[in-house]
């Protein structure tokens, strides 16, 4: 069995012209002998069906095709798992590929070189590009999962196996590096009313309004985490007190403002804030423990409010 695969090749020394190039399925029958090109592809496909890692499947095929294709960097990039892998200069002359199976786009492959491809190496590599086709589909098919496993699907934030997996390291990180870094333990106000006056399915989408408020307030490179029902975790890195007491009172008032009506509910919802920072000699579960002794206390005192501890 084979699969035709479009790669369009727009190297900007030859007119562009999209070229047909059959991937091999690897499940089909033995090649024949002689059939060393046919065999090769199978071969280079089945070494690369070892890797679920995109940069190692990239890189590996990479290395293959160099004794006969010159070029002087490559960049791959594929947007269904916001991959790019990029090696050497990137600059020159190019050849770009889109992969496509079954009208799924893989991802877009280009090569750099300081003078023009020739006939020869193009051929060369569009001969070999088939054998990524099933091992770069079998590596999206892995990520895509792996990132669902550690996704709450009803916020669309990181959820606690990912906190547990994630977290962790960042606090070692932290220690290592003698860097300041602060953890939130934050729980809102009222939300079981909110559920039992309205139902769940309005207690959901505030849930959703308020991890949106967190993503909103936070850095790209903070880690948000629905730890579970209306609680939410922050890993602040590079933060000291008088930075995370900022983003916790952006956090505080951002919701204690949210406007809910559009979810149908009258009134407000309110969130309380524990406050910790990482210590030397810190692990995971006491940093942990310190910020939800914290927020604790915020919920004894009153609610709607941040405690440091």
């Known amino acids: 069995m084979s699969q035709t695969t479009q790669l369009v090749n727009t ?7 999209p070229a047909q190039v059959i991937a091999l399925d690897p499940r089909s029958a033995e090649p024949t002998p002689g059939n060393r090109k046919h065999l090769r592809i199978l071969q280079l496909s089945d070494l690369l069906s070892r890797h679920l890692d995109i940069a190692q499947i990239i890189e590996a095929f990479m290395a293959e095709i160099a004794e006969g294709v010159n070029y002087c960097g490559y960049r791959f990039s594929c947007s269904d798992i916001n991959a790019t892998v990029e090696h050497g200069v990137i600059e020159g002359f190019n050849a770009n590929y889109r992969l496509k199976i079954q009208n799924r786009m893989l991802g877009e492959l280009t090569l ?20 990524l086709i099933y091992p770069i589909k079998n590596a999206l098919m892995y990520q895509i999962a792996l990132k669902s496993a550690y ?8 959820n606690r ?12 990180l932290a220690k290592r590096h003698s860097q300041a870094m602060a953890v939130l333990v934050m729980d809102l106000d009222g939300f079981k009313a909110i559920n039992d006056g309205h139902g769940h399915d309005v207690g959901d989408q505030v849930l959703r309004e308020v991890a949106d408020v967190i993503s909103q307030v936070v850095r790209n490179t903070d880690l948000v985490f629905r730890y579970g029902g209306d609680e939410f975790v922050c890993g602040l890195a590079q933060t000291d007190i008088h930075g995370a007491i900022d983003v ?3 956090i505080r008032s951002s919701i204690d403002n949210l406007e809910l009506s559009a979810c149908g509910v009258n009134g407000q919802v309110q ?3 524990g406050i910790t920072l990482v210590r030397h000699g810190d692990t995971f579960m006491s940093t942990f423990k310190r910020a939800d002794k ?16």
Do not use: H
Request: charged fraction near 25%; glycine fraction near 2%; include cysteine.
């Open 11 to 17: 190297d900007k020394s030859t007119p562009q012209v």
């Open 271 to 273: 969130i309380s804030i």
């Open 161 to 172: 196996l990912a906190m547990e997996m994630n977290l962790p390291r960042e606090i070692d």
């Open 294 to 309: 914290a927020l604790y206390q915020a919920k004894l005192n009153g609610k709607n409010q941040i405690i440091i501890c």
């Open 151 to 158: 996704r709450d699907p009803l916020t669309g934030l990181n």
């Open 248 to 250: 916790s009172e952006r």
């Open 112 to 131: 750099f070189k300081l003078s023009s491809f020739n006939s020869r190496e193009l051929c060369e590599l569009e001969d070999l590009l088939c054998s």
